[in-house]
C-alpha cells in the first residue's frame, strides 16, 4: 500500500527566510503527488499538484516542489516566507487503482517568526 | 471559496447518538469523497462515490455510512457516536472517478461527541 511520509511535525522560520518542507512517498508506480495546505479553521487548499512532466512544478502562493523519483521525494519550497503562510502543510498522493482517493502525510506546521 | 459546501460547520452531540454531515460537491463533479481528520490518526480517506455509486472505501467504521443522491449531494451518516468519533470531516469532489485530476475540499464539519 502507498504511503506518505511527512518527517518535520514542526517548522519554525524566520519571515524572509527560504522554506523547504521534506515529504517522502512510497508507491509502486508513476504517483500522482500533491501538497495541500490548511490554515487555522480552514479546509485544504490544494497549493500544487505533480502527474507528469517536468519534475519542477509552481504553485499558488509562491511555492514550488520539485519531484525526484531516485529519491522518492515531492519536497516543497518557497524562496521567502511570509507570516502569511503560517499553516499546516499536507504531502499527499493519489492511488488511481483504487478510485482516486488520496493517502495522506502526517503534517507539517510551519510557524513564522516575525 | 473551492466551491464544495459542507453543513453544518460545527456539530456538538452526545454518545450514542446520530449525525448527518452534508456535502454539496462543486457544480458538474460526479465524485465526492469523504475524510476523516483527528489528531491520533490524520487525515483518513473514509469513502468516495461517484454518480450515485459507491467507488472505493476506506477506513470507514460499520457504524458510519455514507451516500450520494441523484442530484449529486452526498450525506455522511454517523452513528451510535463514541467520544472518539470526534474529528473534523472534510468532503472534498472531483470531475471524474478517477485519472489525473485534483480533488476540491470543503471547509470541514468539526464534530465534537460529549
Known amino acids: 500500500a502507498q504511503s506518505v511520509t511527512q518527517p518535520d511535525i514542526h517548522i519554525t522560520v524566520s519571515e524572509g527566510a527560504s522554506l523547504e518542507l521534506r515529504c517522502n512517498y512510497s508507491?509502486?508506480?508513476?504517483?500522482?503527488l500533491f501538497w495541500y495546505v490548511q490554515s487555522p479553521g480552514q479546509g485544504l487548499q490544494l497549493l500544487l499538484k505533480y502527474f507528469s512532466g517536468d519534475t519542477l512544478v509552481q504553485g499558488i502562493k509562491g511555492f514550488e516542489a520539485e519531484f525526484k523519483r531516485s529519491q522518492s521525494s515531492f519536497n516543497l519550497r518557497k524562496p521567502s516566507v511570509h507570516w502569511s503562510d503560517a499553516a499546516e502543510y499536507f504531502c499527499a498522493v493519489k492511488n488511481d487503482n483504487a478510485g482516486n482517493m488520496l493517502t495522506f502525510g502526517g503534517g507539517t506546521r510551519l510557524m513564522v517568526k516575525p | 471559496d473551492s466551491g464544495v459546501t459542507q453543513t453544518p460547520k460545527h456539530l456538538i452531540t452526545a454518545t450514542g447518538q446520530r449525525v448527518t454531515l452534508r456535502c454539496s460537491p462543486r457544480s458538474g463533479d460526479l465524485s465526492v469523497y469523504w475524510y476523516q481528520q483527528s489528531l491520533d490518526q490524520g487525515l483518513q480517506f473514509l469513502i468516495q462515490?461517484?454518480?450515485?455509486?459507491?467507488?472505493a472505501k476506506g477506513n470507514i467504521l460499520e457504524r458510519f455510512s455514507a451516500q450520494q443522491f441523484p442530484d449529486l449531494h452526498s450525506e455522511l451518516n454517523l452513528s451510535s457516536l463514541e467520544l472518539g468519533d470526534s474529528a473534523l470531516y472534510f468532503c472534498?469532489?472531483?470531475?471524474?472517478?478517477?485519472?489525473?485530476?485534483?480533488?476540491?475540499f470543503g471547509q470541514g464539519t468539526r464534530l465534537t461527541v460529549v
Open positions: 462515490y461517484y454518480n450515485g455509486e459507491e467507488r
Open positions: 508507491y509502486g508506480a508513476t504517483p500522482y
Open positions: 472534498a469532489s472531483s470531475p471524474v472517478g478517477t485519472g489525473n485530476t485534483e480533488a476540491f
